[in-house]
């Protein structure tokens, strides 16, 4: 299983999950391509250049630099400035996992449970979790710190964006709330691999963001119970890894030193659920757009429902002007394309 | 999306160019409209990097900030913004008209004409939302003091961002959001949000579009590779070519948008259009009243009175905008006729002289018969309006189906003049086709909120009052 996956990704290094990518899997559970391309470890950035579809998805500087910034000014002496807008103890214990590099992710992840599994009242900053991903187990590239207070343990996330008069930009907070759920549904296995309670970990987790137009602190709370149970359920849904790279062809690979044509050809062997959103959350997806072109799904979402349903542009067209018989399903939809239709045309004319 | 949108969209994607979806203009076009584009810093909280501005299309003024996170460098900026903006702004408090009131007895003046702002897209009325929340409460003395202009500039950033809320304003519009309400592309929403794409569609077509989604970016945000290959370098260098530079990026977008205004004036204006414009003077006119009076600038939050009392106007807003472009519009119309809110059909019989003397005195009740083929679901006892005699009621009195379609009877109210003879042609005529909706424009009355002071302990009690800046602690800036 493992081998085959690594076949697909030819020689280069494995890609390794993060709560964004994972919470991007789930946003679009249906994708059999974006699936398999993550849990492959493939590079897909690489990849869409390589075919000539590059996307953007590069961080400014700026705002990279920015935030480092306030994460470093609420971890400077020792955290004083997070312990006080957390309002723990001042004596409350901090120690840093750390980054490393991947030889050395399994002792960092034993390090992290024996933390974890022993802490009472401390800041446990990048804990290595893994996590349960369509049939696979993956190291989450942590960015959080576990806060564990009386036996129970929270969440906390340093973002950069502002909250200003107790609102932001609900985009934002949305994705933060999805990773943290990423999170807690970790810690949660970890828990519960451990032998100890996994309602331990809290559905409230904490955001720390810079306030109003200042860089000064402010922790809210967040109840992420609803993104918590639907990613449990997406993450249900993601069809086993296995059963689709063991349903691929021998010698399908994604091997980055193939040609543009070769890698196309591979890609097409793996279905893709594309929809407009994926072009903020996939680096493939200029490609998927592309490949998808006369798909109402390439419309949105409320566009292909507002047309029935009807796969392609072509066919709700030939639906709606009478020379396509609709199949006894579509009938409904094509009467109320015909009918749109002719109020359109008499509107116009 | 309504289907027959979704049927523009599907029809633009199988043609390559933009399908329309309104047959006239449902917004006020100015004559000299202020155009605006900001451009933010990325990942600082709402500071602005530059703006292109100006009323003329030829002399577009540059504003840049050319250490973003300089605290005074930030105000300085806020200070020029002013000067462009406020001014304009000021320039249409001169005349006056008399709008009589509470039925003729009284009169209230507001004023003729109005400004109104341009930015590219919805993210513009953002910034500017923020950037007047983080100008309106400086103080002009004390420890941090900021340029006179800078608390004005925010109070009034602050009116035009709140404007934008209410459905069918038209004193701060955005070009994509103009564009979308009368053309379709063939591309999703998400990808219409950039405005050189959704321009392009509705230009050149598809290829043009695709094309154009490679170009510089509208702001606010910036692309971050733009960030990282040409602004990093001329910031660390403190380059001089930095503001030519940003003029370069924001030319492509400002030149768009007077193309957007050129589109635009060449579809006919809504015959409703202009109601909503005195609509968007009167609210100019109080703003501007409430600034000369010395009113304190808006609240960072609204109360809990202000805050119903504000609900309830945007409702009332959104409902009489979708009415008015039903009405404006056979396009628009055409949805509600799919949905079986509407429809269309020919009168057969028309009894426009029936005197309905049932009651304690005689009154005027025509009826008439109206034939049409399409779906009507509408119940006996609904009310029905005609776009073309929107002051007129049609009562359903039965719905009958025939062969090809409904016979529909209804009895009329209203519309016909005061006697018990109808005035010449306020009763449709037998043969005249007729268009029949649920939507009506009629005035629906505000309800009662009590006096903020009297805010009910429920709702948080009455407001704190506001304290000006001077005594206000000073917001810490970082930097």
């Known amino acids: ?349 | 999306m309504s289907t027959l949108t979704a049927l523009a969209r599907a029809q633009a994607a199988a043609t390559g160019h933009a399908q329309p979806i309104a047959t006239v203009r449902h917004l006020h076009l100015h004559d000299h409209p202020m155009v605006l584009i900001p451009l933010a810093m990325a990942g600082e909280a709402n500071a602005p990097l530059a703006a292109l501005a100006g009323t003329d299309p030829e002399k577009p003024r540059l504003l840049v900030v050319t250490n973003p996170r300089n605290r005074d460098d930030r105000f300085a900026f806020a200070a020029e913004l002013a000067e462009v903006l406020v001014p304009y702004a000021e320039s249409f408090t001169t005349d006056t008209e008399a709008v009589p009131v509470d039925r003729g007895k009284d009169v209230r003046h507001r004023y003729t004409d109005a400004p109104q702002i341009w930015v590219p897209n919805p993210g513009g009325v953002d910034f500017l939302r923020l950037f007047g929340r983080s100008t309106r409460f400086r103080s002009v003395d004390g420890d941090n003091p900021v340029p006179p202009a800078v608390p004005l500039l925010g109070r009034w950033l602050t009116f035009f961002a709140a404007t934008a809320e209410v459905p069918g304003s038209s004193l701060l519009l955005t070009a994509v959001q103009a564009l979308g309400l009368h053309w379709a592309t063939g591309q999703s929403s998400a990808e219409d949000a950039q405005l050189g794409a959704q321009l392009a569609w509705i230009e050149e077509g598809a290829a043009a579009a695709r094309e154009a989604e490679k170009g510089p970016v509208a702001g606010p945000a910036t692309d971050p590779d733009f960030d990282n290959r040409v602004l990093a370098p001329l910031f660390e260098r403190g380059d001089p070519a930095l503001p030519e530079v940003l003029r370069e990026l924001l030319t492509p977008t400002w030149d768009r948008m007077w193309r957007v205004f050129g589109r635009l004036r060449d579809l006919p204006v809504g015959d409703r259009v202009a109601s909503r414009w005195d609509s968007d003077r009167d609210a100019f006119t109080a703003f501007a009243q409430t600034l000369a009076e010395g009113g304190p600038p808006q609240p960072r939050r609204d109360g809990a009175v202000a805050a119903a009392a504000r609900l309830q106007r945007l409702e009332n807003a959104a409902s009489r905008y979708s009415v008015q472009r039903a009405f404006d519009d056979p396009l628009v119309l055409a949805e509600y006729r799919l949905a079986g809110a509407a429809f269309a059909g020919v009168v057969t019989l028309a009894a426009p002289d029936r005197i309905d003397d049932s009651g304690r005195r005689p009154v005027l009740r025509p009826r008439i018969m109206v034939q049409t083929a399409e779906e009507v679901r509408v119940e006996p006892g609904t009310s029905l309006t005609s776009p073309a005699r929107p002051s007129q009621k049609a009562r359903v009195v039965s719905v009958t189906r025939v062969p090809g379609g409904y016979d529909v009877l209804l009895e009329l109210s209203g519309g016909m003049g005061r006697k018990l003879v109808a005035e010449p042609g306020s009763v449709p005529a037998a043969g005249e086709r007729l268009m029949l909706t649920t939507l009506s424009e009629a005035y629906r009355p505000g309800g009662a909120f009590p006096d903020p002071t009297e805010t009910p302990w429920t709702h948080g009690g009455p407001p704190e009052p506001y304290v000006p800046p001077e005594i206000l602690s000073v917001e810490a800036d970082q930097q």
């Open chain 1, 1 to 349: 299983m493992e081998t085959r996956l690594d076949q697909l990704r030819g020689p280069a290094r494995a890609k390794r999950h993060n709560a964004r990518t994972i919470a991007a899997l789930t946003g679009n559970p249906g994708c059999d391509r974006r699936a398999v391309l993550d849990a492959a470890g493939v590079d897909k950035l690489k990849l869409a250049e390589r075919i000539g579809f590059p996307g953007e998805f590069g961080q400014s500087r700026f705002a990279l630099s920015r935030g480092n910034a306030f994460e470093a000014m609420l971890k400077a002496d020792d955290c004083e400035l997070l312990r006080s807008v957390l309002q723990a103890d001042a004596g409350l214990g901090y120690s840093d996992l750390g980054a490393d590099s991947d030889d050395t992710l399994s002792s960092r992840h034993r390090r992290t449970v024996a933390l974890l599994a022993s802490a009472r009242a401390a800041l446990i900053d990048h804990p290595l979790l893994t996590l349960e991903v369509a049939g696979q187990t993956v190291y989450l590239e942590p960015d959080l710190i576990a806060y564990a207070n009386r036996g129970r343990l929270q969440v906390v996330e340093i973002k950069s964006f502002a909250i200003v008069d107790g609102q932001a930009e609900s985009a934002k907070v949305s994705a933060a709330a999805v990773q943290a759920a990423v999170y807690v549904l970790a810690l949660r296995d970890l828990l519960e691999r451990l032998g100890q309670d996994p309602s331990l970990v809290s559905h409230e987790v904490v955001l720390v963001c810079p306030e109003n137009f200042s860089l000064r602190p402010a922790a809210v709370v967040l109840d992420i119970r609803k993104q918590l149970s639907t990613l449990r359920r997406q993450l249900s849904r993601l069809a086993s890894v296995g059963e689709l790279a063991a349903a691929l062809p021998d010698g399908v690979t994604f091997d980055l030193t193939l040609e543009p044509e070769q890698l196309t050809g591979a890609l097409g062997h793996i279905a893709a659920r594309y929809a407009p959103e994926c072009l903020s959350a996939c680096e493939l997806s200029v490609y998927c757009r592309d490949e998808s072109s006369g798909s109402t799904a390439a419309l949105g979402r409320s566009v292909r429902e507002s047309l029935g349903g009807i796969e392609t542009v072509g066919e709700v067209l030939a639906l709606a002007d009478g020379s396509r018989e609709p199949t006894e399903e579509q009938s409904e939809a094509a009467a109320l394309l015909r009918t749109a239709l002719r109020l359109r045309s008499e509107a116009l004319s």
